[in-house]
């Protein structure tokens, strides 16, 4: 099939079904090409599971064809929340499309890129892309998507301060794009409001998409993705996983990994970590290690290596007792110093008082705590769902 008939099915898709059944009907196609229309068709109802079942049994030989099928499974990983492929498989796809001069392959792996990077926390990059995609936009559908991606980004870097105005675009925006774009909206309106620090309206909205768009069984991936830069950007704590967040499997166990680890206790992290390699195994080593330097740069993986346990921290703490520091005070922040990440609060009083803990020493261990602060007000010592680290 020429490029350009493909186009035209495709187009026909998304404008007119049955027009498009008969389109495909009447022009001769290889199984190939009908399983890449038929996926189309899948990610158009927003079936991204299937679409990802379809997809994985498809291996076109033309370069085009082949650069379409990653496309269509990059897209569908996306929306599952599993963006780490998603951008090893789309990053595939751009180079054949640019070869071919295929404008509209260009525009729809290049955004696609923009995105994912925008999700793992790589908002320069993103903005940078976008920047390359808008001499490529031909319809008002396509500058509307890059307007609204670039107002995202300049909203995280801090060039929008007006957020009030943003919503106020956004809102505005639904109005002029087709209503299967519109959940991509809402999300974003979700998104901007927990920028301004409003996190109950933004999970209110987000629970509202997810109601709303009913067709759709992930909208959660962007804003507890974005969740995670906010974590990262002002040092707070992760909650609990709740019932949006266990929507996505992997992300499931990604935010469930740092949150272990920023509370101190690996080894319940563990067990989420293992989880993402049987996913992945090529993007999550072991030890809470990155065999692709990468994946690094995304919020996730800041988040893992600001908080993971060092090489010399792999084995339980060795009580302190009688190590010749002069005071229990001493004592404290010298294990904070030695450890180099949270720890959880039980393990410092069995650490620091030689003995199995107990609830009854924790005014005990607080009271230490305070005179630590007292006796080095330069030491800043962090307190984060039950886990003490040194700033």
């Known amino acids: 099939m020429e490029p350009s008939i493909y186009w035209k099915a495709v187009r026909a898709l998304h404008k007119n079904r049955s027009h498009f ?45 082949r650069a379409e099928r990653d496309y269509l499974l990059a897209e569908s990983l996306n929306r599952l929340g599993l963006n780490h492929q998603a951008l090893e498989i789309v990053k595939n796809s ?5 070869e071919m001069e295929d404008l509209p392959g260009v525009f729809q792996g290049l955004l696609g890129v923009a995105v994912v990077l925008h999700v793992e926390g790589m908002v ?27 107002t995202l980004c300049e909203a995280k870097l801090g060039t929008l301060t007006d957020l009030s105005a943003v919503l106020s675009r956004l809102e505005a925006e639904k109005v002029e794009i087709p209503v299967r774009h519109r959940q991509i909206s809402d999300q974003a309106i979700g998104y ?42 002002r040092k ?18 990604r935010y469930s990994c740092a949150r272990e680890l920023q509370a101190g206790t690996p080894e319940r992290a563990v067990r989420h970590w293992d989880a993402l390699r049987n ?37 339980p703490a060795a009580p302190l007792v009688g190590t010749g520091a002069e005071s229990l005070e001493e004592r404290f922040i010298a294990l904070l ?7 959880a609060k039980n393990k410092l009083i069995e650490s620091l008082y030689g003995q199995g803990y107990e ?33």
């Not at 707070?236 to 166990?253: G, K, M, Q, Y």
């Not at 607080?366 to 984060?384: C, D, G, H, T």
Request: proline fraction near 6%.
């Open 21 to 65: 059944a008969k389109l495909v009907k009447s022009i001769e196609l290889t199984p190939t090409e009908r399983s890449l229309l038929e996926a189309r068709r899948l990610t158009a109802d927003h079936r991204w599971q299937d679409a990802v079942a379809a997809l994985s049994r498809v291996t076109p030989q033309e370069r085009l064809l």
């Open 94 to 98: 751009v180079p054949v499309y640019r």
């Open 124 to 150: 320069e990059d993103s903005y940078s892309l976008l920047g390359e995609l808008a001499p490529l936009a031909r319809t008002d559908l396509q500058r509307h998507l890059i307007q609204r991606e670039r």
């Open 192 to 233: 901007v409001l927990m920028l301004n620090g409003d996190h109950q309206a933004s999970r209110d909205q987000f629970v509202k998409c997810i109601q709303t768009y009913s067709t759709l069984s992930s909208l959660n991936a962007r804003f507890w993705s974005q969740l995670l830069t906010t974590v990262l950007d």
């Open 236 to 253: 707070t704590t992760l909650n609990p996983a709740d019932e949006i967040i266990r929507r996505s499997p992997v992300f499931f166990h």
């Open 279 to 315: 996913f992945s195994p090529q993007l999550y080593g072991e030890g809470f290690a990155f065999p692709q330097p990468w994946v690094e740069k995304t919020a996730f993986g800041k988040l893992v290596k600001r908080y993971r346990p060092t090489p010399s921290a792999s084995a």
């Open 337 to 343: 110093l030695r450890e180099g990440r949270p720890i």
């Open 359 to 391: 609830v009854s020493l924790d005014s005990r261990f607080y009271k230490l705590v305070e005179r630590s602060k007292k006796r080095f007000p330069k030491v800043k010592i962090l307190a984060r769902a039950g886990a003490y680290s040194l700033e």
